[in-house]
């Protein structure tokens, strides 16, 4: 399943262990975990995950009954640019996965 390849892009990119993917999970992504604290970290995990990202958004927004625009519409904060646009999505790639992945515990 490719939601496992992003849990482990997220593992390689920040060096988060399984618990503290799904505190980040949690925390709605919002976390100043490693890897995801600063705009440079989350720019450069969707950048080298831009594919997953976007995949994940679809099927997340179809699950939803939401189109793409109104799930992005609906993440919490403000863009004032692209940066935080990438910012906003790396931060939704991680919470989805830590929820994933405690549900793969249960």
């Not at 990119?13 to 993917?21: A, F, P, R, V, Y």
Request: negative net charge; glycine residues 8%; aromatic residues 8%.
């Amino acid at each position: 399943m490719w939601m496992r390849e992003l849990v482990e892009a997220i593992r390689h990119h920040s060096g988060l262990t399984d618990d503290e993917i799904i505190a980040a999970g949690k925390a709605e992504g919002q976390s100043l975990c490693a890897g995801f604290a600063c705009l440079p970290e989350t720019e450069r995990f969707y950048n080298d995950n831009e594919a997953s990202i976007w995949e994940l958004l679809g099927e997340v927004a179809d699950e939803q009954g939401k189109t793409l625009h109104d799930l992005i519409g609906s993440l919490p904060g403000r863009y004032k640019d692209v940066l935080d646009f990438k910012d906003r999505l790396a931060r939704f790639a991680l919470a989805e996965a830590g929820r994933w992945l405690e549900q793969e515990r249960l």
